[in-house]
Nanobody, 123 residues
Framework: QVQLVESGGGLVQAGGSLRLSCAAS????????MGWFRQAPGKEREFVAA????????NYADSAKGRFTISRDNAKNTVYLQMNSLKPEDTAVYYC????????????????WGQGTQVTVSS
């Protein structure tokens, strides 16, 4: 089983950018679809983006399309989330997850989770 550690969160002004990283341990990274989710205070965890094991197929939530880009480097066992044009409503704890299918957006269908990294966007 893979273990996940997120990094790269922080405080940024509206319109700014951040790049989140998720480092995976273990030799099985390429077996997994990787995804990013987020959870704002008082709200349910929601899907942000996912990427197939080979990086060819991606899936984005409507809120992320055109602003966020998910990518992965299998040689480094790392998945990234580049976030541009950030908005205050993007403020949340962002979680990395390992799963089986890019199209699955329900958090309950994803197997393994990191501890999360806080992203705060000020207006």
């Amino acid at each position: 089983q893979v273990q996940l550690v997120e990094s790269g969160g922080g405080l940024v002004q509206a319109g700014g950018s951040l790049r989140l990283s998720c480092a995976a341990s273990g030799r099985t990274f390429t077996r997994y679809v990787m995804g990013w989710f987020r959870q704002a205070p008082g709200k349910e965890r929601e899907f942000v983006a996912a990427i197939s094991w080979n990086g060819i197929t991606t899936n984005y939530a409507d809120s992320a399309k055109g602003r966020f880009t998910i990518s992965r480097d299998n040689a480094k066992n790392t998945v990234y989330l580049q976030m541009n044009s950030l908005k205050p409503e993007d403020t949340a704890v962002y979680y990395c997850a390992a799963g089986t299918t890019v199209a699955l957006i329900a958090p309950t269908l994803w197997n393994t989770w990191g501890q999360g990294t806080q992203v705060t966007v000020s207006s």
